[in-house]
């Protein structure tokens, strides 16, 4: 089991920066892939960014330049560093675990979920 707890969220200005932080607890070995996810009233989650165990990272075209997503295996912490901020990023964050050992009914690996942090940029 792994839980994931963000915070960081928050009101900025448009222009402005935010880092995210999601802390990882319990047993993660299994996870081959982090990544933040987001999504905005009357839209679908989307994805943001990911990073795989081993480095590659992956990011939205919306986001790419301005956000970077990273992670301390020291402090068991992933974070989303996102500059540049635009009122289009509004939307709640979710932290995501991938697991590479378990599949769920359909096939589709099985995913751990954050309880989400609200970004809101608005001037």
């Known amino acids: 089991q792994v839980q994931l707890v963000e915070s960081g969220g928050g009101l900025v200005q448009p222009g402005g920066s935010l880092k995210l932080s999601c802390a990882v607890f319990g047993s993660y070995f299994s996870i081959n892939r982090w990544g933040w996810y987001r999504q905005a009233p009357g839209n679908q989650r989307e994805l943001v960014a990911t990073v795989t165990v081993g480095g590659s990272t992956n990011y939205a075209a919306s986001v790419k330049g301005r956000f970077t997503i990273s992670r301390d295996n020291a402090k068991n912490t992933l974070f989303l560093q996102m500059n540049s901020l635009k009122p289009e990023d509004t939307a709640v964050y979710y932290c995501?675990?991938?697991?590479?050992?378990?599949?769920?009914?359909?096939?589709?690996?099985?995913?751990?979920w954050g309880q989400g942090t609200q970004v809101t940029v608005s001037s």
């Open positions: 995501n675990a991938r697991d590479g050992t378990t599949w769920d009914s359909e096939g589709r690996p099985f995913e751990y």
